[in-house]
């Protein structure tokens, strides 16, 4: 095997358990607020590897997005070993014709994929993405969304990754979490644009 770890949707949530109700608490709710709005992408890491029990709560987060249905058609791959994060950049890279990491550093890359037989395949994955991405940051990781997991995914070399995984299916890249400790200052937030609400009342 390759040294990464493979997370289906349903495995953090076995049909058989009911998931714990959340606890109604002013304090969660204001923390929860304040990590949507604190949320930064972050461009710059350490090469510490977070520990891997922060790495799999984050993807549990994943595993609880909304989708389609309740289909849960992504999947999420954990990248934690160096030699396959960086075929991965590599990878990444060529599609942009570059020769330049565009996981800027990170340890850690979180691959979101999704079957392209559910309908809102897209959709589902990308609120998976939503989820890893808050997920750090409210483990006091940095995180940052990077493209182009669809295009590497189609190429031979990325189709065997998947094969080598052992995950058959009609699999469609949507994004790549990349995550780790942030090296340097935190990015200030842009200030936000006019007319983001439009209200009918």
Known sequence: MLGLA???CLSC???????????ENDNNKNTTMEDLM????????TDEIPPV???EEICKAGTYAPTGMNKQSPIIIAVTNREIRDRLSKLNAQVMGSDKDPFYGAPVVLVV?????AHTYLEDGSLVMGNLLNA??????????????KEVFETEEG???????GI???YVGIGNCILGYTDGDYPEPSPRKENWVYWIK
Do not use: F, N
Not at 113 to 117: S, Y
Not at 138 to 145: E, F, Q, R, V
């Open 136 to 149: 750090a940051h409210a483990k006091g990781l940095g995180s940052c969304w990077i493209h182009r997991a």
């Open 159 to 165: 189709k065997k990754i998947l094969a080598d995984l």
């Open 6 to 8: 493979v997370v289906m």
């Open 38 to 45: 604190t949320r930064r992408s972050v461009r710059s890491y």
């Open 168 to 170: 058959e299916g009609d």
């Open 113 to 117: 994929l999704a079957d392209r037989q």
């Open 13 to 23: 949530q076995p049909k058989t358990e009911e998931a714990a109700a959340p606890v």
């Open 53 to 55: 029990e922060v790495i």
